[in-house]
């Protein structure tokens, strides 16, 4: 599996994920929000024999990097680790990493060393410290 960061804007962005995002099945397993992206946003895609099988988008902001509607295909909990550990690794630094968390993947991004803050019915809002 080969994971693509990609600029939020980018247009082979919106041609890997736009079928997804769009997709009612992906919608429903994102609890019907809409997936978000700006010039603000970096993606990671993960792609096996071009299929797109997950995407995690991360929104740099001045004070913090978010983690924030990601997609995993079949609840893969393997790609969703290696999602976290590609974000943990290229923004892990001077500002806070937040991930807002469906609540069945919590114990994934915690195995990455992410904390909780704060826990909702649906969500869980984590945070990996800047190191």
């Not at 080969?2 to 009612?24: D, F, W």
């Not at 099945?25 to 096996?48: C, G, I, M």
């Not at 195995?111 to 826990?119: L, S």
């Amino acid at each position: 599996m080969n994971i693509e960061k990609l600029h939020g804007t980018s247009t082979r962005l919106y041609q890997l994920v736009a079928p997804l995002v769009m997709s009612p099945p992906v919608l429903r397993q994102n609890n019907n929000y809409p997936f978000k992206t700006s010039d603000h946003h970096v993606w990671f895609v993960a792609l096996e024999e071009e299929k797109v099988r997950g995407f995690m988008p991360v929104e740099v902001k001045d004070s913090c990097v978010c983690i924030d509607n990601y997609y995993v295909s079949g609840e893969n909990t393997t790609l969703l680790s290696m999602f976290a550990r590609k974000a943990i690794d290229e923004f892990s630094g001077e500002k806070p990493l937040y991930v807002i968390s469906h609540t069945p993947h919590a114990d994934t991004f915690r195995a990455c060393g992410f904390t909780v803050k704060k826990e909702w019915k649906l969500y869980v809002k984590m945070i990996h410290e800047p190191k």
